[in-house]
């Protein structure tokens, strides 16, 4: 199930939308502190006003902040050629395919965008050689002011004769859903809104589905609960979305036990005659579960069963005939697959098919032959074939890096995925058991610049402050001198668990030929090593992930990839905590800083609708002991006066569901009025936009662009100074 309330954030995804020039820097922001007592702790606030962004003087500081910050970055005279060398390498590949879905009819669906185009398109073809038709054109669906459509998510039926799929505007995420007949290309009428990913999920009918839908807010209703009492419901195509039954969620059945802040979902499979409930508890990962008939749903007969609560560690599972599979933690902190009976579920004694390994299981998937898992170990992910009843196998890959698993049904043996490594872009593959091959697919054309053979990345394991080995990803031309002077961009994230895969944009392609480093730091908080890795960055232990960053940081200076004047700092969403305390713990550290749509202010995150659901990860100021973790991690608390801190690009984004803007706001504040360096505080503000997700191409080159040209000019390369 996908788990839509997440802090995270893509790299390289926001750009801001400017109405006009400001060449002045803007008047600093009026200091109007209220003050806060956690648990006799007097906490000083100096920019709450700012969490009303309906007030105009908000609004009006906002623009002036978004203007300078623009005035300022076209000032940058090697930033049109950056932007020019990006387009170049980005659109040079015909096509970018992600997400693709294969039905029982043969055909194969995906989304695709075309060099030159800005958002992906949905996109079918009659097998994986078939002649493609295009689907779904999100153009139709452009708002009222321009703002740019995106397909958040979609599902097929199972014989792929209809796709519902989710259609949000200007970033927002919150959209509507609409299902599309293939055959005629045409849609069947009815529009869900409400639908943040939604969840959707095909009866074996194929004429209706389980959907997951946001409460509607009442005049006296609280924006806080947005995103709290969800429920899910049946649709048939061609019906009224009014007339849909509920079937899952708080108050609907005396046998399932949901909170308000609890998002639920229902899952079926072909093949099954159960349905799964899925209740997710916030962005925490451990999940809880329950089974029904599936034609009980939405009549009176319907009973739910639990299968297991989130102490049995379960993040995942999949469905075959009247098996699941769990991927679970459980006496397993690099998690381990198990299977009980949906029948009658014993999860206590179920069976491992899967055992713990050196490496993380990550995924488990269902098809018609066997399990298939994906393990990342040592930064190299792989997949393990489990045949049902034998043991397990690893596939033979054509390439070392990071795998994504599209998916796969019980009905069709084998699996599609894509691999990518730093320093190659994704391909396509099909593992055929019969042939116990691996084939390449066409999906993906090759573009002239993804395979660069003057390209190298290496993976060490850096010591932190208490000693504990950090992995650490940089990559670089072949030739670069070891000698300090080299541009680099330290990149971390480190929350949920998440790990940081291998990846490759061609875009980046500009920064390498510049001489720049990029290097990913692996820091506790993340999964790279387990549950264990990341409850180590996590609440209490939070301190670790920065600490860890600095340690990253402290290496690429000794030995010498670059030094502090020429070392930037760089993180978004979540990471944004990551960012914001790296540099307020070691600002002499860096040159520059980028925290994306960041969590800057966590002690306030209660007071917006997605803070609630964070909590799990964070912790709660209703509680001592969450009050001293939420302090610890705050950024803008921890700003401290005539400090000389680096140069700081914050972003934010006015319809980003996930870090409310007021969060880099206040921070893009309070840093403004406290540092002594001299050095520039910007605040990027996207008025057409979001968190990130359903970001435009364009968007994300221009984004690059600012990027790395703000770097490149706080590093002092020659080519990208402004005139005095």
Same mark, same amino acid.
């Given at each position: 199930?996908?788990?839509?309330?997440?802090?995270?954030?893509?790299?390289?995804?926001?750009?801001?939308?400017?109405?006009?020039?400001?060449?002045?820097?803007?008047? =600093?922001?009026?200091?109007?502190?209220?003050?806060?007592?956690?648990?006799?702790?007097?906490?000083?606030?100096?920019?709450?006003?700012? /969490?009303?962004?309906?007030?105009?003087?908000?609004?009006?500081?906002?623009?002036?902040?978004?203007?300078?910050?623009?005035?300022?970055?076209?000032?940058?005279?090697?930033?049109?050629?950056?932007?020019?060398?990006?387009?170049?390498?980005?659109?040079?590949?015909?096509?970018?395919?992600?997400?693709?879905?294969?039905?029982?009819?043969?055909?194969?669906?995906?989304?695709?965008?075309?060099?030159?185009?800005?958002?992906?398109?949905?996109?079918?073809?009659?097998?994986?050689?078939?002649?493609?038709?295009?689907?779904?054109?999100?153009?139709?669906?452009?708002?009222?002011?321009?703002?740019?459509?995106?397909?958040?998510?979609?599902?097929?039926?199972?014989?792929?004769?209809?796709?519902?799929?989710?259609?949000?505007?200007?970033?927002?995420?919150?959209?509507?859903?609409? !299902?599309?007949?293939?055959?005629?290309?045409?849609?069947?009428?009815?529009?869900?809104?409400?639908?943040?990913?939604?969840?959707?999920?095909?009866?074996?009918?194929?004429?209706?589905?389980?959907?997951?839908?946001?409460?509607?807010?009442?005049?006296?209703?609280?924006?806080?609960?947005?995103?709290?009492?969800?429920?899910?419901?049946?649709?048939?195509?061609?019906?009224?979305?009014?007339?849909?039954?509920?079937?899952?969620?708080?108050?609907?059945?005396?046998?399932?036990?949901?909170?308000?802040?609890?998002?639920?979902?229902?899952?079926?499979?072909?093949?099954?005659?159960?349905?799964?409930?899925?209740?997710?508890?916030?962005?925490?990962?451990?999940?809880?579960?329950?089974?029904?008939?599936?034609?009980?749903?939405?009549?009176?007969?319907?009973?739910?069963?639990?299968?297991?609560?989130?102490?049995?560690?379960?993040?995942?599972?999949?469905?075959?005939?009247?098996?699941?599979?769990?991927?679970? &933690?459980?006496?397993?902190?690099?998690?381990?697959?198990?299977?009980?009976?949906?029948?009658?579920?014993?999860?206590?004694?179920?069976?491992?098919?899967?055992?713990?390994?050196?490496?993380?299981?990550?995924?488990?998937?269902?098809?018609?032959?066997?399990?298939?898992?994906?393990?990342?170990?040592? +930064?190299?992910?792989?997949?393990?074939?489990?045949?049902?009843?034998?043991?397990?196998?690893?596939?033979?890959?054509?390439?070392? +890096?990071?795998?994504?698993?599209?998916?796969?049904?019980?009905?069709?043996?084998? $699996?599609?995925?894509?691999?990518?490594?730093?320093?190659?872009?994704?391909?396509?593959?099909?593992?055929?058991?019969?042939?116990?091959?691996?084939?390449?697919?066409?999906?993906?054309? !090759?573009?002239?610049?993804?395979?660069?053979?003057?390209?190298?990345?290496?993976?060490?394991?850096?010591?932190?402050?208490?000693?504990?080995?950090?992995?650490?990803?940089?990559?670089?031309?072949?030739?670069?001198?070891?000698?300090?002077?080299?541009?680099?961009?330290?990149?971390?994230?480190?929350?949920?668990? $998440?790990?940081?895969?291998?990846?490759?944009?061609?875009?980046?392609?500009?920064?390498?030929?510049?001489?720049?480093?990029?290097?990913?730091?692996?820091?506790?908080?993340?999964?790279?090593?387990?549950?264990?890795?990341?409850?180590?960055?996590?609440?209490?232990?939070? =301190?670790?992930?920065?600490?860890?960053?600095?340690?990253?940081?402290?290496?690429?200076?000794?030995?010498?990839?670059?030094?502090?004047?020429?070392?930037?700092?760089? +993180?978004?969403?979540?990471?944004?905590?990551?960012?914001?305390?790296?540099?307020?713990?070691?600002?002499?550290?860096?040159?520059?800083?980028?925290?994306?749509?960041?969590?800057?202010?966590?002690?306030?995150?209660?007071?917006?609708?997605?803070?609630? =659901?964070?909590?799990?990860?964070?912790?709660?100021?209703?509680?001592?002991?969450?009050?001293?973790?939420?302090?610890?991690?705050?950024?803008? &608390?921890?700003?401290?006066?005539?400090?000389?801190?680096?140069?700081?690009?914050?972003?934010?984004?006015?319809?980003?569901?996930?870090?409310? =803007?007021?969060?880099?706001?206040?921070?893009?504040?309070?840093?403004?009025?406290?540092?002594?360096?001299?050095?520039?505080?910007?605040?990027?503000?996207?008025?057409?936009?979001? &968190?990130?997700?359903?970001?435009?191409?364009?968007?994300? /080159?221009?984004?690059?662009?600012?990027?790395?040209?703000?770097?490149?000019?706080?590093?002092?390369?020659?080519?990208?100074?402004?005139?005095?």
């Amino acid at each position: 199930m996908t788990r839509c309330r997440l802090l995270a954030a893509a790299l390289f995804v926001f750009v801001p939308t400017w109405a006009g020039a400001q060449t002045t820097a803007p008047a =600093p922001a009026p200091v109007n502190p209220v003050t806060d007592d956690y648990f006799g702790i007097k906490v000083v606030d100096p920019y709450r006003y700012m /969490e009303n962004l309906d007030d105009p003087a908000v609004q009006q500081w906002l623009k002036s902040q978004a203007d300078y910050t623009r005035s300022q970055l076209d000032r940058i005279p090697g930033r049109t050629q950056m932007l020019e060398d990006i387009k170049k390498y980005v659109n040079a590949v015909p096509a970018t395919v992600r997400d693709v879905n294969r039905s029982f009819g043969g055909r194969y669906f995906y989304l695709k965008t075309l060099s030159g185009q800005s958002l992906a398109k949905l996109y079918v073809r009659q097998g994986i050689d078939g002649k493609e038709s295009l689907l779904v054109d999100t153009d139709q669906f452009v708002g009222p002011k321009g703002e740019p459509a995106a397909i958040n998510s979609y599902a097929p039926s199972n014989d792929g004769r209809f796709v519902a799929y989710t259609v949000s505007q200007g970033g927002a995420e919150i959209g509507s859903v609409r !299902i599309r007949d293939v055959d005629s290309g045409k849609d069947s009428g009815e529009v869900i809104d409400r639908i943040w990913e939604g969840g959707i999920s095909w009866r074996p009918d194929n004429q209706s589905f389980f959907y997951n839908r946001m409460q509607k807010l009442g005049p006296q209703t609280s924006q806080l609960e947005l995103e709290q009492r969800s429920k899910v419901y049946l649709h048939v195509v061609g019906q009224s979305p009014d007339q849909d039954p509920v079937v899952f969620g708080i108050g609907v059945s005396p046998d399932v036990q949901i909170a308000p802040e609890d998002m639920p979902f229902v899952g079926v499979q072909p093949g099954s005659d159960y349905a799964v409930g899925v209740i997710e508890h916030g962005v925490q990962n451990e999940n809880t579960l329950y089974v029904a008939l599936a034609t009980s749903l939405g009549t009176a007969n319907a009973r739910w069963t639990k299968i297991c609560d989130t102490d049995a560690g379960v993040t995942d599972f999949t469905i075959q005939g009247s098996n699941i599979y769990l991927l679970t &933690h459980n006496d397993a902190p690099r998690f381990k697959i198990v299977q009980t009976s949906l029948a009658h579920p014993d999860v206590p004694n179920a069976q491992t098919v899967l055992p713990q390994g050196q490496g993380v299981v990550r995924g488990v998937s269902a098809a018609a032959d066997a399990l298939y898992a994906t393990v990342l170990d040592g +930064g190299v992910s792989h997949v393990m074939r489990v045949p049902y009843g034998q043991s397990p196998q690893q596939l033979k890959l054509p390439l070392e +890096g990071d795998i994504g698993v599209f998916g796969s049904d019980p009905r069709l043996s084998g $699996i599609v995925f894509s691999l990518t490594s730093w320093t190659q872009a994704d391909s396509i593959f099909e593992f055929d058991p019969l042939s116990n091959e691996v084939k390449p697919t066409d999906l993906q054309p !090759i573009g002239p610049y993804d395979r660069p053979d003057d390209l190298t990345s290496v993976e060490v394991k850096v010591p932190s402050y208490d000693g504990t080995e950090v992995p650490l990803s940089i990559i670089y031309k072949k030739g670069t001198k070891l000698d300090g002077s080299n541009p680099t961009i330290l990149y971390a994230y480190g929350a949920y668990g $998440i790990t940081i895969d291998a990846f490759f944009g061609p875009g980046f392609l500009s920064w390498y030929e510049r001489g720049g480093v990029f290097a990913v730091a692996h820091v506790r908080g993340g999964g790279e090593y387990g549950e264990e890795w990341h409850k180590a960055g996590f609440k209490l232990t939070k =301190p670790n992930t920065w600490r860890d960053v600095i340690a990253c940081g402290q290496y690429l200076i000794d030995q010498k990839y670059t030094s502090p004047p020429h070392l930037g700092v760089q +993180g978004g969403s979540a990471g944004g905590i990551t960012v914001g305390r790296t540099i307020t713990e070691r600002p002499e550290m860096f040159a520059a800083a980028v925290p994306e749509v960041g969590v800057m202010n966590p002690l306030r995150c209660e007071t917006y609708p997605n803070g609630v =659901p964070n909590v799990p990860e964070f912790g709660s100021v209703k509680t001592q002991e969450g009050f001293e973790d939420l302090f610890a991690m705050d950024s803008y &608390h921890h700003v401290r006066d005539g400090v000389a801190y680096p140069a700081v690009m914050l972003t934010a984004g006015i319809h980003d569901p996930r870090v409310t =803007p007021w969060m880099p706001a206040k921070m893009a504040a309070r840093l403004q009025a406290a540092t002594s360096s001299g050095k520039p505080i910007f605040l990027r503000v996207e008025y057409a936009g979001g &968190h990130g997700i359903g970001a435009s191409r364009i968007q994300r /080159e221009e984004e690059s662009a600012d990027v790395f040209s703000f770097f490149l000019w706080r590093f002092g390369n020659p080519d990208f100074q402004p005139a005095p």
